[in-house]
């Protein structure tokens, strides 16, 4: 079976089909897709709104909530808690076979209640989202089992950090990404048991180290020179941490150290065989991947756990379980069978559905828990009935295009610049219209008396607590936004200066360590030989080795 080439319906760019996966999608029994990769991903993402929370009222009890959804979506929207009772069921349609598959289900869509977020187990922690098991959290995003998180994202197992993303077992750390059983670092990338650092770059078992890169075991180093105690001591009494204009200067600085000596290893694969992509963890046969960890036999996916035989998928899956058998499925997980699925945890057998948890055997579904043979969440009692009436849909779909695709992306219920497409395809307001998409002009920020900008001291020692009953402006966006009382005594603790820009500006400098979307065909820095790398060919990364010349570089 050779591959096939297509022509992307939206973009008209040309894209492949591999004998492989041809040979998965015909085992999902689904048909080939007709638009690229990427415009697969921007569908779905634009119905994942994971970081814009609103406050409105429950549409239940009329208490006040917190909520991914604004007031002005046509469906009613449930605090959490009252979204998981029992004591309550979405309505029911019937499928009418004169009308667009996706047009019916919009009409049900519109009709049932949506959890106002997903976040379980949250003691203190009301502005969070997609989370589990957190305590005293704020603004924090994808993060688990954590306390004391601000303004971080995809957090596992940590306490104490201040806008940091990907980090696990991590403490004490601020603007941190990618960091791993860490102990007080500060704008560190790529490390792993480091302890009482700032400013390191893919560095290993390191203490006491400063502007570093690619450094193993080492201590009181700085600018990659080894010091003595007293000597890095001392040097270290003459930062001023505290100062903005000092960080500012420090980032500046270590970038350009970064740019000129760093060694970056093309993809940061471990323990995985035959794979194509970039940070991958224990990983077989999976190709254009990324931010996946124990996968099997996958494709053009991105940030996943515990995922066999998935293909052009994200966000989804968990950690020790196993998520088999998913097409075009996003923040979804421990599932078999699952398509073209949104929200929906566990189980199998499901598609096109959304928020629907625990369920088995369900078509077109909104909004159900703990179900089984339903489609527009009605009741079928004799599941060849089921089984003949979902053929019957999927055949009448398949005549009217409608098959084989995710939702279409007007019927997202929020707007571009709200999701995660805009991390994934950043694009200002003009281009977002063009392409057809939402923008939403009145996004949520911070109300009360502007602090003038001149007027806020460099130095975190001579910041006021009074700081915390005004609101700042973005140097960058022009956004306003507050500081809370827990994240300045983060600042005054750590000698740490104020942020002078937005968290969600801090959030998207902290993305372009991601790399999650391409591979690029380069040459090996040290030896040429030909090589696929997540960092593209310019001057930021001037040296990107392949496996053999990386380990034997740093070790």
């Known amino acids: 079976m050779p591959n096939i080439k297509k022509t992307c319906k939206i973009t008209g760019k040309e894209f492949e089909i591999t004998e492989r996966e041809q040979a998965l999608y015909d085992k999902l029994q689904v048909p080939y897709p007709e638009i690229c990769h990427e415009e697969r991903l921007r569908r779905k993402v634009l119905f994942r709104n994971v970081r814009t929370l609103y406050k409105r009222k429950c549409s239940r009890s009329g208490k006040d909530i917190i909520s991914m959804y604004h007031d002005k979506v046509p469906f009613p929207v449930y605090h959490r808690d009252e979204w998981w009772k029992d004591d309550w069921m979405p309505p029911e349609q019937e499928f009418d076979f004169n009308r667009p598959f996706f047009e019916q289900l919009k009409e049900l869509r519109d009709q049932c209640p949506r959890a106002s977020v997903f976040n379980k187990k949250a003691y203190g922690s009301d502005y969070c989202n997609v989370s589990d098991g957190l305590k005293d959290c704020y603004l924090s995003f994808v993060a688990f089992e954590s306390r004391n998180l601000i303004y971080s994202h995809r957090i596992f197992g940590s306490n104490d950090l201040v806008d940091c993303y990907y980090c696990t077992n991590a403490q004490q750390c601020y603007e941190c990404v990618y960091c791993f059983d860490t102990f007080k670092l500060i704008h560190c990338v790529e490390c792993r048991n480091c302890t009482d650092s700032a400013f390191l770059y893919d560095c290993i078992g390191c203490k006491n180290c400063f502007m570093c890169t690619n450094l193993r075991q080492k201590q009181y180093y700085i600018f990659n020179k080894q010091h003595t105690k007293e000597e890095y001591e001392a040097k270290m009494k003459e930062v001023n941490f505290g100062s903005y204009m000092t960080i500012q200067f420090l980032a ?139 053929a019957k849909i999927i055949e009448y779909m398949k005549q009217t295009g409608e098959y084989g695709s995710f939702f279409p992306p007007e019927h997202s219920p929020f707007a571009y610049n709200e999701t995660e497409a805009l991390e994934y395809f950043p694009a200002e307001k003009e281009e977002v219209e063009r392409m057809g998409f939402r923008w939403k002009d009145d996004m949520p920020s911070a109300e009360g008396m502007l602090v003038d900008s001149m007027e806020i001291p460099d130095n975190i020692k001579d910041i006021q607590m009074d700081i915390c009953q005004k609101v700042m402006q973005c140097e960058i966006t022009g956004k306003k936004f507050a500081i809370t009382e827990q994240e300045l005594l983060f600042y005054k603790n750590n000698n740490l200066p104020l942020p002078r820009r937005c968290p969600n500006q801090r959030h998207s400098e902290r993305l372009k360590e991601r790399h999650v979307l391409h591979l690029y065909d380069r040459q090996c820095t040290k030896c040429g030989i030909d090589i696929k790398s997540a960092y593209p060919v310019n001057d930021t990364y001037k040296r990107v080795y392949c496996d053999k010349c990386y380990f034997e570089s740093v070790y």
Do not use: P, W
Request: one cysteine or more.
């Open 252 to 390: 500046k600085k270590f970038e350009d150290f970064r740019e000129a000596n760093a060694i970056y290893r093309s993809n940061k694969n471990d323990q995985c065989e035959q794979v194509e992509g970039h940070r991958l963890f224990n990983c077989k046969n999976c190709v254009d991947c990324f931010e996946v960890e124990e996968g099997r036999d996958d494709f053009n996916c991105i940030e996943a756990n515990g995922i066999k035989d998935c293909i052009d998928s994200v966000s989804f899956g968990k950690i020790h379980t196993m998520s088999e058998l998913g097409y075009e499925v996003q923040e979804s997980c421990d599932f078999y069978n699952f398509k073209f699925c949104n929200f929906c945890y566990s189980k199998s057998n499901l598609e096109y559905c959304e928020e629907c948890h625990n369920c088995e055997n369900c078509f077109g579904c909104i909004g159900i828990k703990n179900e089984s043979f339903r489609i527009f969440n009605k009741k079928f009692y004799k599941e060849e009935e089921y089984h003949a009436m979902k």
